[in-house]
């Protein structure tokens, strides 16, 4: 990480630090609201960093995120509650199980290419979720799970000033991961991969391994998405996990920017904030146009468009908008 650090780089990262460090103190009357947004953006970055790896990257497309998602909450909640097994194991095993399922669910699957494969991710989606609410010697229907909330070095996790801290923390882990992954001979077959395929075959790439690397990976980063979830809720049940929400992950790379690092935190960040802004529009339009959509319904028809526009405008998503926008500010002050 050092390494990244130049020179002229060191304000910025001084700046950053402090603002991490100030802002859960610097809220006031909406204090407990924002850290909630913060907090779920958080867990969002993280797993969108995995689908945009298995998606943007590898070119890979996945229907599955909610289910993996929940593969990892009901990790944590059956290791805490069953177990008694801490954090510090519990959230590293949440990732390892949902990449064993994404490997078991990935093996067949990987044959398969576009439309094909998101209908077999999808069939993983309606399978875990039939699972979810049906082996309720584990996992309770249903009703689902209630955890405690954890402690991390004495520390308990019971509030959202405290889980902001770690949740952040781990948030830009995953990033600088993530940068480092694509630094590798690794990250580079996913690319190839990407691009193509079959060009990727005939230069020596294991077409059919990397893709299967790819899903693990992804998968590993979707389950400590939906670990830390659930330790965030405190309870989960199947409701938490339905087609929606790999729906709003799908949403997130698309906006943010497929086969971009920050384009995941931009996605998260939008994703996560519009839903607010939806809400505060329905509630202005509500009285003048007398409109009947649930909000639901109503935030469904929106994500769709948005979807739509930046598919047709700006497929790079919000990660090309800010280039582009720095590159502008930089150069117009060189030219001064």
């Known amino acids: 990480m050092i390494g990244y650090l130049k020179s002229r780089q060191w304000p910025l990262y001084i ?32 797993g969108a960093l995995g689908l945009n790896i298995l998606t943007g990257y590898t070119g890979l497309i996945s229907l599955g995120q909610a289910a993996f998602m929940g593969v990892g909450a009901y990790t944590v909640a059956i290791l805490s509650t069953k177990v008694g097994l801490p954090l510090w194991i519990n959230l590293p095993a949440a990732g390892v199980i949902t990449t064993v399922v994404g490997i078991i669910v990935g093996t067949p699957s990987l044959r398969l290419k576009g439309f094909y494969l998101a209908m077999a991710t999808l069939a993983s989606e309606f399978l875990l979720e039939y699972v979810f609410k049906n082996w309720e010697s584990m996992t309770h229907g249903i009703p689902g799970l209630y955890i405690t909330p954890p402690k991390v070095f004495g520390i308990h996790i019971n509030n959202d000033r405290v889980f902001y801290f770690f949740a952040v923390t781990l948030a830009i882990l995953a990033v600088l991961c993530t940068r480092n992954l694509f630094r590798t001979k690794v990250g580079r077959a996913f690319i190839a991969i990407r691009d193509r395929d079959i060009a990727a075959d005939l230069i020596g790439i294991n077409v059919f391994k990397y893709k299967l690397v790819s899903f693990a990976v992804s998968s590993f980063y979707v389950g400590v998405a939906g670990g830390l979830w659930c330790y965030y809720m405190t309870i989960i049940n199947p409701e938490a996990f339905q087609l929606s929400i790999s729906i709003d992950y799908i949403a997130m790379i698309i906006v943010g920017g497929m086969g971009t690092i920050y384009g995941s935190v931009y996605g998260s960040i939008f994703v996560n904030l519009l839903p607010e802004a939806i809400q505060r529009l329905m509630e202005i339009l509500q009285p003048v146009l007398h409109m009947e959509y649930t909000f639901a319904a109503f935030k469904q028809i929106v994500f769709g468009l948005i979807i739509v526009i930046f598919l047709i405008f700006e497929p790079k998503g919000l990660s090309e908008v800010f280039s582009r926008i720095v590159k502008r500010i930089s150069s117009g002050g060189e030219r001064r």
């Open 15 to 46: 700046i950053f630090i402090a603002i991490f460090l100030a802002f859960p103190f610097s809220l006031f009357k909406y204090t407990k609201y924002i850290l909630f947004l913060v907090n779920m953006t958080a867990i969002g970055v993280i």
